[in-house]
């Protein structure tokens, strides 16, 4: 059991020619997530989360074609870290792959 205080904070880059469907364009994001001991006392670390896709179609986009096939490139990264005298962080926020019922 633990308690923390935490602020969150992240912009967004969007160049994708639709929100909903796109076929075109840049994706970027990043996120970050800081609980310190100022907020809470026991525990201080430092998540941040990227995100960058591109959607590259492969015929041109016309009026009279709205969908054509795309290929689409996506890659995610994150770091965290203690900090302040916390030598770690605790198991619910670090990084997994998958799910609750994947690996």
Do not use: C
Not at 12 to 32: A, E, K
Request: glycine content about 8%.
């Amino acid at each position: 059991n633990y308690s923390f205080g935490a602020v969150s904070f992240g912009q967004s880059f969007d160049r994708r020619n639709d929100p909903l469907i796109p076929m075109q364009g840049t994706y970027f994001n990043w996120n970050g997530f800081l609980a310190s001991d100022a907020l809470a006392d026991e525990i201080a670390f430092l998540r941040v989360r990227g995100q960058a896709t591109w959607y590259v179609p492969l015929q041109k986009l016309e009026p009279y074609r709205p969908f054509v096939p795309f290929l689409v490139f996506n890659h995610r990264a994150g770091l965290i870290s203690p900090l302040a005298g916390t030598s770690t962080v605790p198991v619910q926020e670090r990084f997994f792959l998958g799910g609750p019922d994947t690996v």
